[in-house]
């Protein structure tokens, strides 16, 4: 079964950076687009960033460009999401996610990502 497993949040403050990690598991994704979502306490989950794993054409949400890159590591089957110049708003459970058609089907636990003086 597919099995998405994050890690990497925690507390940094603004401007710094962090690193998340989702270890992908359980089927060979290179027919998946990958992606990070996030929720902040009392806001709708929202689409970050998403990288399609057979090409590594990636897109994401204009609130993070220049600051977030999503990648893979095909060996690794792992898919890294890399946040410098971080901000308050930036606070929220981030998640990992995966699709293998038009909607996202699989989903990781969350990690917390803290950003705060």
């Known amino acids: 079964q597919v099995q998405l497993v994050e890690s990497g949040g925690g507390l940094v403050q603004p401007g710094g950076s962090l690193r998340l990690s989702c270890a992908a598991s359980?089927?060979?994704?290179?027919?998946?687009?990958m992606g990070w979502f996030r929720q902040a306490p009392g806001k709708e989950r929202e689409f970050v960033a998403g990288i399609k794993w057979s090409s590594g054409t990636t897109y994401y949400v204009d609130s993070v460009k220049g600051r977030f890159t999503i990648s893979r590591d095909n060996a690794e089957n792992t898919v890294y999401l890399q946040m410098n110049s971080l901000k308050p708003e930036d606070t929220a459970v981030y998640y990992c996610a995966a699709r293998p058609t038009s909607a996202y089907a699989y989903w990781g636990q969350g990690t917390q990502v803290t950003v705060s003086s």
């Open positions: 359980g089927r060979t994704f290179s027919g998946y687009h």
